[in-house]
């Protein structure tokens, strides 16, 4: 008996989470393609062809979306610096593993970045300082390796806290300009920028052998 209740809350459980991730794609869309300002829950409903009540039943506000949507956005960009640097690589080879995982997880969150970047000024305050709290972390981190590899030797870079907010500016405004139907396929993009990301940091390239040198080898 205890163990049919048991799958009884688990599959109410993957209901729920269903209804939650067809809600915030949906919200997602239409914050989006119309602005948070402009689109009503009544919209929401519609574009997922339910009532209201089913909003609420998942989400207290059109706020409290917002904030859900926002939040994924700067949750995918700190669990790819703390996924590299929980490796424990070289700073070269985290920061051009960093770069690839970065670029290829901000594009495939590109509605949410894009949309927390114009909409911040929409968000709760209390919503607004926890996810500041987030964005700090995140730049702390990325700040921090390139301050290893600038005393490693590796890059050339003066000012870390400056290099990392240049990434960060350069991969996120890619959610304007990149799209899914375009010339540019995301490896593609993620390869390329992760190049730039390099250039940036004033990474070192490993010097190239002459010939007489290789052939010596």
Not at 36 to 57: C, M, S, W
Not at 80 to 88: K, N, Q, R, T
Not at 179 to 193: C, D, F, N
Request: net charge neutral; glycine share 8%.
């Amino acid at each position: 008996m205890a163990k049919e209740a048991h799958g009884h809350l688990k599959i109410r459980d993957e209901v729920a989470a269903l209804k939650r991730e067809r809600t915030v794609s949906a919200a997602a869309d239409l914050f989006y393609e119309k602005g948070y300002d402009n689109t009503t829950l009544d919209e929401v409903a519609e574009r997922l062809g339910v009532t209201k009540p089913f909003i609420y039943a998942n989400f207290g506000s059109k706020s409290e979306l917002l904030a859900e949507i926002c939040e994924r956005g700067v949750k995918a960009a700190l669990d790819e610096i703390e996924g590299v640097l929980a490796e424990e690589l070289g700073p070269t080879d985290s920061l051009r593993l960093f770069g690839k995982r970065y670029v290829t997880s901000i594009l495939m969150n590109q509605k949410n970045i894009a949309i927390y970047t114009r909409e911040e000024k929409n968000l709760e305050p209390a919503d607004a300082r926890r996810l500041g709290d987030m964005r700090r972390r995140f730049f702390g981190q990325v700040a921090s390796l390139l301050q290893a590899g600038s005393d490693a030797g590796e890059f050339d870079l003066e000012d870390a806290k400056m290099g990392a907010l240049a990434i960060g500016g350069a991969v996120s405004w890619s959610t304007f300009w990149y799209r899914p139907e375009g010339r540019l396929e995301v490896a593609g993009i993620a390869s390329e920028m992760t190049r730039l990301i390099l250039g940036i940091a004033g990474a070192k390239r490993a010097p190239i052998k002459r010939k007489a040198e290789a052939t010596a080898v």
